[in-house]
C-alpha cells in the first residue's frame, strides 16, 4: 500500500528519502531489492528482521504486504526508535519494533514467522537455530555476510539445520555518483545473501 512519501507499489525506496544516524548501518537500495526476492513473500507473510538497522527493510515489506505482518528486533534503544521514525515517516501500520537482543528476546514475540531475515548478527549461528524452532514447513530464512567468517558460519548452520532449497547470490552494485565536476561510478560493498527453507 502505497505512502504520501512513497507512492508507487513497486519496492526500491530510494536511500535519501530514509532518516539515518551515522554509524548506523542502511541496506542500499539495490541490495534491498535482491533481498526482498530472495524472501518470497508472500500478501500475509510474518517477516521477522532480525538487526534491522535503520528498518529499511520493514518499511520495504510493511508497504509491500499490507496484509502481512513485520516485526523489527533491533538491540539499541535508539536504533529502535530510529525505525519507528522511518515507519511514521512511510505511514506503514504493520510493523512493531522490538528492542532486545537476539536470540534472547525471541521466545517472547508473537506471532511467529514463516520469513526471516538476519542482517550482520554477531551472533548468527545462535540466531538461526532459534529462529529455526519457530519456523513453519516450507519457512524461508535469508541471511547476509558481509564477510568470510560470516558466509562460512551461516552456510555451517545452514547445514547442521538441514536446510532445503539454498541459494547464495553475490551482488555486485555500481552506482552512478557526482565526484567534483564529474560524475562516477562507485561500487557499493558487495555481500552475501544466503537463503534457506524448512522442509522437514
Known amino acids: 500500500m502505497p505512502s504520501q512519501l512513497w507512492p508507487y507499489v513497486t519496492p526500491g ?19 534491498r531489492l535482491l533481498l526482498i526476492s530472495q524472501l518470497r513473500l508472500k500478501p500475509d507473510s510474518v517477516l521477522w528482521d532480525i538487526g534491522a538497522g535503520t528498518g529499511t527493510i520493514p ?15 533491533e538491540r539499541d534503544e535508539e536504533v529502535a526508535n530510529l525505525i519507528k521514525r522511518n515507519c511514521h515517516r512511510f505511514e506503514v501500520k504493520n510493523i512493531k519494533v522490538i528492542e532486545g537482543s ?9 506471532p511467529t514467522p ?28 535469508v541471511a547476509t555476510a558481509a564477510n568470510l567468517e560470516s ?6 548452520s545452514f547445514s547442521q539445520l538441514r536446510a532445503r532449497n539454498i541459494e547464495v547470490v553475490q551482488s555486485a552494485v555500481n ?24 522442509l522437514d
Open 175 to 198: 552506482r552512478l555518483e557526482t565526484r567534483g565536476f564529474s560524475q562516477t561510478f562507485v561500487a557499493a560493498d558487495p555481500i552475501f545473501i544466503l537463503s534457506g527453507e524448512k
Open 102 to 110: 537476539a536470540p534472547e528476546c525471541l521466545h517472547d514475540i508473537q
Open 59 to 73: 518499511v520495504e515489506v510493511g508497504l509491500l504486504c499490507p496484509q502481512g505482518r513485520v516485526i523489527a528486533v
Open 114 to 141: 514463516d520469513r526471516v531475515c538476519i542482517a550482520g548478527a554477531k551472533a548468527i549461528q545462535e540466531i538461526l537455530q532459534a529462529v529455526w524452532l519457530y519456523l513453519p514447513l516450507s519457512g524461508r530464512v
Open 151 to 156: 558466509l562460512y558460519a551461516i552456510s555451517q
Open 13 to 31: 525506496i530510494p536511500d535519501d528519502l530514509f532518516e539515518n544516524l551515522p554509524g548506523i548501518p542502511l541496506t542500499q537500495r539495490e541490495l
